[in-house]
C-alpha cells in the first residue's frame, strides 16, 4: 500500500544546478500538491494540480516549475537552484472535490550549497 | 489574512496527562478545520477534520472548533510516548477550495 511516494528522499545540489523532484501516488486521486517545510515557516504550498492537465501557484512559486504528467505523477522541478531552496519538500494528493484529507509523502530532504 | 495561529512549544508532559493543543485563524471565510500529526523526519498524517463547531471525537482526540471566537484545538487524553509528535493545525476556506492553510505546529513530548 504504497500511498504518495516521492524520489529521491535526499539530495544535494550546487547553487545553479538543476533537479526535478519525482512524486507518484496509487490511490487515484485528482488532485496533487507541492509544500515546502521551513523551520518556523510551517507547510507552505508551492504549486498544486487540481485535476489532471491543469497546474496552479500556491503561495510560494517563484523558483519552480511543475508538470502533471499524468493522474498519478507530479514532479518539481528546480531550473537554477539557490540556497534558499534549501528545504524539506512534502509531495501530497486529495481526492480533489472535498480537500479535507491528504496524503502525503515522506519528503525530500534537498540542500543547496 | 490568512493566517493561522500555533503556538510552536516545544511542550512536554508527562504519560498520562491531557495535552491541549490550540490554534486561532483570522480568515472568517474558513470553513474545514484538521489537525495533522507529523512525527521526526515523516510526512504529516491527518488525524481529525470537523467543518462545524463544537466538538469531534475519535478514541482518545478531541478536536474543538469555536467558529465565534476563530479558535481551535485538539485535546489529547491519556497521552502515550507514540504520541510524541508535532501537530499541525489546518484550515480550508470550502469543499471547492484547494489552499489548505497551516499553523507552524506544535511540537509535543510525552515522557514516560
Known amino acids: 500500500n504504497a500511498g504518495v511516494t516521492q524520489t529521491p528522499k535526499f539530495q544535494v545540489l550546487k547553487t545553479g544546478q538543476s533537479m526535478t523532484l519525482q512524486c507518484a501516488q496509487d490511490?487515484?486521486?485528482?488532485?496533487m500538491y507541492w509544500y515546502r517545510q521551513d523551520p518556523g515557516m510551517g507547510l507552505r504550498l508551492i504549486y498544486y494540480?487540481?485535476?489532471?492537465?491543469?497546474?496552479d501557484k500556491g503561495e510560494v512559486p517563484n523558483g519552480y516549475n511543475v508538470s502533471r504528467l499524468n493522474k498519478r505523477e507530479f514532479s518539481l522541478r528546480l531550473e537554477s537552484a539557490a540556497p534558499s531552496q534549501t528545504s524539506v519538500y512534502f509531495c501530497?494528493?486529495?481526492?480533489?472535490?472535498?480537500?479535507?484529507?491528504?496524503?502525503f509523502g515522506q519528503g525530500t530532504r534537498l540542500t543547496v550549497v | 489574512q490568512k493566517e493561522v495561529e500555533q503556538d510552536p512549544g516545544p511542550l512536554s508532559v508527562p504519560e498520562g496527562a491531557i495535552v491541549s493543543l490550540n490554534c486561532t485563524y483570522s480568515n472568517s471565510a474558513f470553513q474545514y478545520f484538521m489537525w495533522y500529526r507529523q512525527y521526526s523526519r515523516k510526512g504529516p498524517e491527518l488525524l481529525m477534520y470537523t467543518y462545524s463547531s463544537g466538538n469531534k471525537e475519535d478514541g482518545r482526540f478531541t478536536a474543538q472548533v469555536d467558529k465565534s471566537s476563530k479558535y481551535i484545538s485538539l485535546f489529547i487524553r491519556d497521552s502515550q510516548p507514540s504520541d510524541s509528535a508535532t501537530y499541525l493545525c489546518?484550515?480550508?476556506?470550502?469543499?471547492?477550495?484547494?489552499?489548505?492553510?497551516f499553523g507552524k505546529g506544535t511540537k509535543l513530548s510525552v515522557i514516560p
Open positions: 489546518a484550515d480550508l476556506e470550502g469543499a471547492g477550495s484547494y489552499q489548505l492553510t
Open positions: 494540480s487540481a485535476s489532471e492537465g491543469t497546474t
Open positions: 501530497a494528493s486529495s481526492r480533489g472535490t472535498s480537500n479535507t484529507e491528504a496524503f
Open positions: 490511490m487515484n486521486h485528482n488532485s
